[in-house]
T-cell receptor, first 115, second 113 residues
Framework: EADIYQTPRYLVIGTGKKITLECSQT?????MYWYQQDPGMELHLIHY???????EKGDLSSESTVSRIRTEHFPLTLESARPSHTSQYLC??????????????FGPGTRLTVT | DQQVKQNSPSLSVQEGRISILNCDYT??????FLWYKKYPAEGPTFLIS?????DKNEDGRFTVFLNKSAKHLSLHIVPSQPGDSAVYFC????????????FGTGTKLQVIP
């Protein structure tokens, strides 16, 4: 079973502040992802990484940035938080299951509220 | 353009009966399909998957059916239990590329005791 951790679980912060959402996994997975989800909506991929020093933007445009300096760590940073960034942020990592198909393991998420 | 669609936002089922959750997809390149279960304030957890070479996969009370010609899959839960009450996300991916998983909008299942 994969272990993937996110901190903080909940964050309320004022407009203009810089924030970093932490994500770590202990399974040695190369591939990691950040999703953004609003209530009743699908998960939108905002960033992904193939491995160390590899990061790409996902389908949904996001003002956040990510880094991948270590395999187990994939933090997401917002330089200047705005109310439109209020959402749930989910981190995931994945491994190949058999010969086809990647199963993603999710962290518990960070619920961000920007006031 | 939403490539994975769950047209029923919610479903209520009596305990002990069958729950059927449906999902349609439009991308014919998808070849691996997954169902995730999500409780409030938690991340999704993997439930069951199926590759495109199969049309059925069972795991205990959960069975996923895949109809490739109709680009449709369904999740059957038998018998339904109150602890199954959650939001269920259908997801699909292609082998190759960066293994992006595309999610549907979810169906909220309520199992009534």
């Amino acid at each position: 079973e994969a272990d993937i951790y996110q901190t903080p679980r909940y964050l309320v912060i004022g407009t203009g502040k810089k924030i970093t959402l932490e994500c770590s996994q202990t399974m040695g997975h190369d591939k990691m992802y950040w999703y953004q989800q609003d209530p009743g909506m699908e998960l939108h991929l905002i960033h992904y990484s193939y491995g160390v020093n590899s990061t790409e933007k996902g389908d949904l445009s996001s003002e956040s940035t990510v880094s991948r300096i270590r395999t187990e760590h994939f933090p997401l940073t917002l330089e200047s938080a705005r109310p439109s960034h209020t959402s749930q942020y989910l981190c995931a990592s994945s491994e190949l299951k058999g010969s086809v198909g990647y199963e993603q393991y999710f962290g518990p998420g960070t619920r961000l509220t920007v006031t | 353009d939403q490539q994975v669609k769950q047209n029923s936002p919610s479903l209520s089922v009596q305990e002990g009966r069958i729950s059927i959750l449906n999902c349609d997809y439009t991308n014919s390149m998808f070849d691996y399909f997954l169902w995730y279960k999500k409780y409030p304030a938690e991340g999704p957890t993997f439930l069951i998957s199926i590759s495109s070479i199969k049309d059925k996969n069972e795991d205990g009370r959960f069975t996923v059916f895949l109809n490739k010609s109709a680009k449709h899959l369904s999740l059957h839960i038998v018998p339904s239990q109150p602890g199954d009450s959650a939001v269920y996300f259908c997801a699909a991916s292609e082998t190759g590329g960066y293994q992006k998983v595309t999610f549907g909008t979810g169906t909220k299942l309520q199992v009534i005791p």
